[in-house]
C-alpha cells in the first residue's frame, strides 16, 4: 500500500521542515527561480540532490540538466557550493542552523513530467523543480508560491499550511507527487461521496465543453468509488493542459490525488476523441487505488537517483488501462460496440506484433527503463506493451473469474481484496512506527 504518512516515522513529525519559495520575475524567460532554507542540525555541511526520474515514468530524464546558478549563504555569509555527482551539490553550512541555497530551473518541456513556465501560466512537477537532503526524503518540506500578479489562482493537492499560498508535504515523497498549477486556469469542481474533485482547464479558449466533461468525470469517478467502495483521499485534482497543437495525441501521470493530463484543445469535438480523452482520465483515476496505494513491492520508497525495476508494471498499468476502459464503459459513456472495438483493437495490436514471441510481458515490464520509453524501428520484433497485453491480460483473468464462479466473482473482487489487505499493511506499519 501507499500512502505517504505511513512512510515516516513519528519521530520524522518533529523535524524543521526544509522550506521552498518559488518565484517567477520574468516567466516570459521560461524560469522559476527557487529559494530553499535547510536545516542543518550542526553539520559542517550538507548534500543536496535532485531526482533524476519520476514515479510513474520509468526513464532516467536528467532533470539536474535545467538547474542554473546554485548559490548558497547562511548567517548571511557566501558558502562553498560543489557539485559531486550529476544531481549533488555539497555545500557548507559555516555551523549555521539552517543555508539558503537558491538555483534557477529552466521550464519549458510541454510534457506531463516537467516544468512549462511562460508568460501566462506555470505548471510545476515537483521531481524536475525541489532539491532535497540525501538520505532525509522523510522530512516534512513546505512551499510558498509568490506568482506573478496577474495570475490569480495557484491548484495544488497539497495541503495549504499557514499564510495564503504556502503549501505542506509531509515528505518529498508527497512534495514530488504533488503538481502544482499556477495562472488562471478554468476550476470546475464537484462532490463525490463527500469528497472534492476538480477539473481544472487549460488552455481550453472556447473549444473545450468544459460542463460535459465535468458533468462526465462525475460518472466515471462515482463508478470508480462503486467499485471500490470508497475513495482514498480528501480532493483530487484533474489537471487538464489542452496545450498540444492537433494530431499529437496527449498523455497523462499518475499521482496520489492528481493527474496530470496533456491534449489537444478540441478535445470534445469528435465522439472517438472525446471518449479516448475520457478513458485516459480514467485510466489515471484508477490509479489512485492500483499503484499509489497498492502496488508493485519494489515501487517504494523510491530511490529517485537511479531506476526501481520491477516485473509487474503490466499488472500496474496494463490492468489500470482495462479498468480505465471498462469504467468509462459501466459509467454509461461509451457503446457496447465502442468498448468491444477498442478490446479487439487490442488484442489485434498483440497479435500483429511479433516481439510477443520474444518478451514475456514481465520482462517488457522490467526493461520499461531500456525499452518501452525508447522504441526504435526493430522494437516491434523484439518486445511487447505491457499495457497493451496487461489489458488484455486483465480481461482474461476478469473473465476466467466469472466462468469459473459462474459470474459470482470476477477481478474485481480480487481488486477489492488485494487493496483490502494493502491497508491492513499499512495500518500495523503505522503502529510500529509510532513507536520507533
Not at 516570459?28 to 540532490?49: K, N
Request: net charge neutral.
Amino acid at each position: 500500500s501507499r500512502d505517504w504518512s505511513s512512510d515516516v516515522c513519528s519521530s520524522d513529525l518533529l523535524l524543521e521542515p526544509i522550506h521552498y519559495t518559488l518565484r517567477f520575475p520574468a516567466p516570459q524567460t521560461h524560469y522559476v527561480e527557487v529559494e530553499a532554507t535547510v536545516p542543518t542540525e550542526g553539520r559542517p555541511s550538507i548534500e543536496l540532490f535532485m531526482a533524476v526520474w519520476t514515479p510513474g515514468s520509468y526513464l532516467v530524464r536528467e532533470y539536474e540538466r535545467h538547474v542554473e546558478g546554485v548559490t548558497a549563504t547562511s548567517a548571511g555569509r557566501p558558502q562553498a557550493v560543489v557539485k559531486t555527482r550529476k544531481n549533488r551539490w555539497k555545500i557548507d553550512t559555516g555551523g549555521a542552523p539552517t543555508v539558503t541555497v537558491r538555483y534557477r530551473v529552466y521550464g519549458r518541456e510541454m510534457t506531463v513530467r516537467n516544468n512549462w513556465i511562460d508568460a501566462g501560466m506555470a505548471i510545476i512537477n515537483g521531481a524536475p523543480t525541489y532539491m532535497t537532503l540525501v538520505g532525509d526524503t522523510a522530512r516534512p518540506h513546505e512551499v510558498i508560491v509568490e506568482p506573478p500578479p496577474s495570475w490569480k489562482t495557484v491548484v495544488t493537492p497539497l495541503a495549504e499550511a499557514g499564510p495564503s499560498r504556502t503549501f505542506r508535504a509531509a515528505s518529498f515523497d508527497e512534495l514530488v507527487d504533488s503538481p502544482m498549477l499556477l495562472g488562471n486556469p478554468d476550476v470546475r469542481t464537484f462532490q463525490v461521496a463527500g469528497k472534492t474533485i476538480s477539473l481544472v482547464t487549460e488552455g481550453g479558449a472556447g473549444q473545450f465543453d468544459t460542463a460535459r466533461a465535468t458533468q462526465d468525470l462525475a460518472k466515471v469517478v462515482e463508478t470508480h468509488r462503486a467499485m471500490w467502495g470508497s475513495l482514498p483521499f480528501d480532493r483530487y485534482v484533474f489537471f487538464n493542459l489542452l496545450m498540444l497543437p492537433p494530431g499529437q495525441g496527449g498523455g497523462a501521470l499518475e499521482h496520489a490525488s492528481s493527474v496530470v493530463m496533456l491534449a489537444e484543445r478540441g478535445v470534445t469535438k469528435a465522439r472517438q476523441s472525446y471518449v479516448t480523452w475520457l478513458e485516459l482520465a480514467s485510466h489515471e483515476f484508477f490509479h489512485a487505488w492500483n499503484i499509489k496505494r497498492l502496488r508493485p513491492v519494489e515501487l517504494g520508497p523510491f530511490d529517485y537517483e537511479r531506476e526501481n525495476h520491477t516485473r509487474s508494471l503490466w499488472l500496474a498499468e496494463g490492468v489500470t488501462d482495462y479498468y480505465g476502459d471498462l469504467a468509462v464503459h459501466r459509467a454509461g459513456l461509451s457503446t457496447a460496440d465502442e468498448y468491444l472495438q477498442s478490446l479487439s483493437s487490442k488484442i489485434e495490436e498483440i497479435q500483429n506484433t511479433p516481439g510477443r514471441l520474444v518478451q514475456s510481458v514481465a520482462q517488457a515490464s522490467f526493461d520499461a527503463w531500456i525499452r518501452f520509453y525508447r522504441p526504435d524501428e526493430n522494437s516491434v520484433n523484439i518486445s511487447i506493451s505491457y499495457y497493451t497485453k496487461g489489458h488484455v491480460i486483465g480481461l482474461l483473468l476478469d473473465a476466467r473469474i466469472r466462468a469459473l464462479t459462474g459470474g459470482a466473482r470476477s477481478l474485481d473482487d480480487v481488486m477489492r481484496l488485494a487493496y483490502a489487505r494493502s491497508l491492513l499493511a499499512t495500518t500495523m506499519k503505522d503502529w510500529s512506527q509510532s513507536k520507533c
